[in-house]
């Protein structure tokens, strides 16, 4: 038998239990941080399954790290299982019809996302042990990636220091390796305080706090033609001081998500926007504080790994629909947008794949893209970025949604507990868990990788976020 196929049996032995973590991890459908039962639910999953398990990891009650083995190498399989506010919709199901109104939903298909990543580690620890090799296994149950970022904190905990491989996928529409960065984030809050008077009467004794919020933003949106093109810098006024024009404000609070290729980048921005605050706070004689909530690495591709998946993928294969799927996959595509559909071409050329990878009437995903090393950063952020400046890392896209389908969407919610998912998710785990067996036997390529971590980080990893803050569990 070859590597594949011994591989991709160890999986189907599995495929019950991905389903089955699948389906009630989307039932379970729980915010960022607050993941009780599902957390709860993998824990006892993974001492079942002869895994050790440490739970409330890096200050976190919902994180977890399930282990086997013992030594090096050391594989990773990164999970995640966060839902998504007013998503709820009704399972495999193309009318919009929330299970309970305004309810969360996994409308990212972060439980696929788990289950996937759990079906590799059950799958490759099989491996290591039937083949009487040395190593240790180990699932991250990562909290909070749409709110809270667990992983910054687990990486600032130094959990992933000692990974040889880290491994993760997102479910998607598309089968291809994610080759691309993120864009580095800071989200920081600040808080003004000024003296409140009555507007017509005494006005030259209050300080108003939403004035320094406006010109702040000012200063703000002067510095934006002067900084990098590719940096976003965007606000929210969470506290504008109150409905009363006749009142002086005396307390109000903006909030900046300062994005850019890489965290240095980010940072220094950071820096010069907190310079802007204080020059608001001089200019109306008002005090201010600084809350910084999240900062979150770029993503850092390892090239030497992401070849290793690609070949695993490849070998592997894309999953196996069948009519009834693509038949639901069809029900979905009728209700996207024009726009929706249109961006699956527009995607392709515009991460430098050929046009015609994926047809423009395709309805579901059944072959793996190409490998192309994007050499940029996709328009958003995933706290994966912190992990991948700890360890080598790659991820994978795999299909489990019909083409077209938008993010964060209750259609995304409908198709995540639905056949497309499970057979994306028992993909993902194949593809994961031969790409580290592929990885693991290769003790250079291991080396090559590490090598390249170096060369891209500068060998250290430093987090972002100051020892003092905690993560935010509220
Ligand atoms: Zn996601």
């Given at each position: ?17 991905v389903v089955c973590i699948n389906d009630t991890v989307w039932g379970y459908a729980e915010a960022g941080m607050k993941e009780y039962k599902t957390?709860?639910f ?37 999970g995640e299982f966060d839902a998504l506010p007013t998503l709820s919709q009704e399972a495999a199901c193309a009318v919009k019809i929330p299970v309970v109104e305004g309810a969360y939903g996994h409308g990212c298909g972060h439980n696929s996302l788990g289950a996937g ?26 909290p909070g990636e749409e709110y ?22 997102h479910p998607g529409s598309e ?144 999953p196996?629909f069948?009519?009834a799927d693509f038949e639901l996959a069809r029900k979905f595509r009728a209700t996207y947008t024009k726009g929706d559909l249109?961006s699956v ?18 309805v579901l995903h ?14 958003g ?16 896209s795999v299909a489990t949604e019909a083409l077209g389908t938008p993010g964060h969407s209750w259609q995304i919610t409908a198709q995540s507990c639905s056949p497309l998912a499970s057979k994306g998710a028992?993909?993902a ?46």
């Open positions: 038998m070859s590597k594949k196929e011994i591989i991709s049996a160890l999986v189907d032995k599995y495929q019950d239990d957390a709860k993998y824990e006892e999953f993974f001492v079942e399954k002869g895994f050790r398990v440490e739970s409330g990891v890096a200050d976190m009650p919902t994180a977890f790290v399930a282990s086997w083995g013992e030594g090096h190498p050391i594989v990773g399989f990164l990543a759990a079906g590799a580690a059950l799958a490759f620890r099989d491996y290591l042990e039937q083949n009487r090799m040395q190593g240790t296994v180990r699932f991250y149950g990562c809270g970022s667990g992983k910054i904190y687990m990486a600032r905990a130094g959990l992933y220091d000692d990974l040889d491989v880290c491994l993760t996928w089968n291809k390796v994610t080759t691309s960065s993120s864009l580095a984030n800071i989200s920081v809050m600040f808080e003004f305080h000024g003296v409140s008077a009555h507007a017509a009467g005494n006005p030259h004794l209050g300080r108003s706090a939403l004035d320094a919020c406006e010109l702040m933003n000012v200063g703000v949106n002067y510095l934006r033609e002067h900084i990098i093109p590719e940096a976003r810098v965007h606000y929210a006024y969470k506290n504008a001081g109150g409905i009363a024009p006749n009142v002086v404000h005396d307390h109000a609070v903006i909030h900046y998500f300062i994005r850019a290729p890489k965290m240095s980048q980010a940072q220094e921005i950071y820096e010069r926007v907190k310079d802007i605050a204080e020059g608001a706070a001089k200019m109306t004689g008002t005090t201010h504080e600084v809350h910084l909530k999240e900062a979150i690495y770029d993503y850092n591709p390892n090239r030497t790994l992401e070849k290793v998946m690609q070949e695993a993928f490849e070998e592997i294969g894309a196996a069948d009519e249109d071409q527009s995607g392709l050329v515009r991460n430098g794949y050929p046009a015609d990878a994926i047809g423009p009437d395709e059944t072959r793996v893209l190409p490998y192309v090393p994007i050499d940029r950063a996709m328009p952020s995933t706290d994966v970025g912190d992990a991948s400046y700890c360890a080598p890392t790659a991820q994978c028992v993909v785990a194949k593809v994961m868990a031969l790409t580290a067996a592929m990885a693991i036997e290769q003790p250079e390529l291991l080396e090559k990788a590490k090598a390249e971590l170096v060369r891209t980080t500068g060998g250290k990893y430093v987090s972002a976020m100051p020892p003092e803050i905690m993560p935010n569990i509220e």
